[in-house]
């Protein structure tokens, strides 16, 4: 087995995920992900702190959101960065060839509480992380902060439905739910 | 000792958050909480499954936010409402009285990763029982998860800047919040 094997993360990703759909969170060992991989259990933990953290995508959504923020064009509105920070989810994250992981990646996520809570805590953390990104575009307060958690409650609801059925183009849905939460707001 | 004592929970809350201010968190035994509240350990375990529930309130928060959506006019509108709830707040929790009892004790919170991360999933509640509140009085989506969601950010900065600095009145300051989170919503 090759000491560096640019693949072994998705791999193991991929290998956990099967696991945990079929015999349960609770139920896989780190030494059962690995061997099902066809890499070594100290592999595993070159790529990952622990169990859970196999699931958590190495906080790829936090770098795909903030990175898309920051390079939104200069003369870019909050809103306009917040809809090419979801624009990127739906063409790098969210994509027709992930959607059955993403899909099974929620159910796991759902049917353990423990995965359930730490999943509230970074989705707090994603909030802080993108309020901090239209800051730095110079958005003033409370625009960014309103900005972010309209943005990310309008992932969560596009997300919910993307999963629900197959065929669905992501970054369409989540820009109806952020017009939709807009225009909720200003009749507020 | 009486076996009922009708102040027993609160002089376990001021014993607790006396102790935790002092020697901290981690280093207070119940058994500490009790002898300084001049109360029994069991009467201690009546009134609070674990130590750290003795910060919780016993989610008294979410019961005065979704009692005064509950008890708002019919006529009201879901801002309305949230408005109530906030001064709901204002006029019971985050009172003159109780202000160095709420800034110590967000002091202890803030000061304990284990005691913020248990906020941060009761923040998620109390954000789903204020959406259900208002869903009850038939606020449709996505206007009642938006209405609960700028009313708990209204009430995050308010609180901060209530407990920076004493006289001054928490409603006000939540009432001004939430108008400045609805202007910049509508500008968005």
């Not at 693949?7 to 690995?34: C, K, P, S, W």
């Not at 622990?50 to 923020?69: I, N, P, Q």
């Not at 917040?82 to 899909?103: K, M, P, S, W, Y």
Request: glycine residues 6%; aromatic residues 4%.
């Amino acid at each position: 087995m090759a000491r560096w094997d640019p693949n072994a993360r998705q791999r193991l990703e991929r290998a956990a995920l099967e696991l945990f759909v079929r015999q349960g969170y609770d139920r896989t060992t780190v030494a059962e992900i690995a061997e099902r991989a066809g890499l070594a259990k100290s592999t595993f933990f070159r790529h990952f702190a622990d169990k859970r953290e196999v699931l958590s995508g190495g906080d790829a959504l936090t770098r795909l959101l903030t990175g898309a923020v920051a390079a939104a064009p200069p003369g870019a509105g909050p809103r306009q960065a917040v809809e090419a920070a979801l624009a990127a989810v739906g063409a790098q994250a969210f994509t027709a060839e992930r959607h059955e992981t993403v899909r099974e990646r929620q159910q796991v996520v759902a049917a353990n509480p423990e995965l359930t809570e730490r999943e509230l805590l970074k989705r707090e953390a994603l909030a802080a992380a993108l309020t901090a990104a239209l800051r730095e575009r110079g958005v003033p307060e409370p625009t960014a902060v309103l900005a972010a958690v309209l943005g990310l409650l309008a992932l969560r609801a596009a997300l919910a439905r993307w999963t629900a059925r197959p065929g669905q183009d992501f970054t369409a849905l989540a820009l109806a739910e952020l017009t939709a939460l807009c225009e909720a707001a200003a009749a507020l």
